[in-house]
């Protein structure tokens, strides 16, 4: 038995091809080892940064579409809804009721 190392990809997930271990260093020299065009990663990145973007705008925007749906219901609940607890007033009347009430009392 012997006590070598298997040479592994820098993640350590998949052992390296024999014909590139040592050869190429890990991501350092990708350029000139695939030729890629000078412009195209700044390109590519702008790219993928402009879907991140639309992305956040597009989850931001649901977001704002919620709250507005919430806010637009609990107008309408606190304004109109008869609640028999409340005596069947509404939420907004019952809360200035309990309101004139206890700061009458306070005072």
């Known amino acids: 038995m012997t ?14 091809p024999h014909r590139l271990v040592g050869r ?4 350092v020299r990708a350029r000139q080892r695939w030729r890629v065009a ?8 702008d790219n993928a ?3 991140a ?3 956040m705008r597009a989850m ?19 304004a109109g809804w008869l609640i028999g607890k409340n005596g069947y007033h509404s939420p907004l009347d019952a809360r200035a009721a309990w309101l004139d009430t206890n700061l009458r009392r306070a005072a």
């Open 38 to 45: 000078p412009g195209f990663p700044q390109q590519a990145q």
């Open 60 to 78: 931001m925007d649901g977001a704002a579409i919620v709250r507005r749906g919430i806010r637009d219901f609990a107008v309408r609940y606190n």
């Open 3 to 16: 006590d070598s190392i298997l040479p592994t990809s820098p993640a350590g997930f998949c052992p390296q």
């Open 24 to 27: 190429f260093p890990p991501c």
């Open 49 to 51: 940064r402009d879907a």
């Open 53 to 55: 973007d639309g992305r």
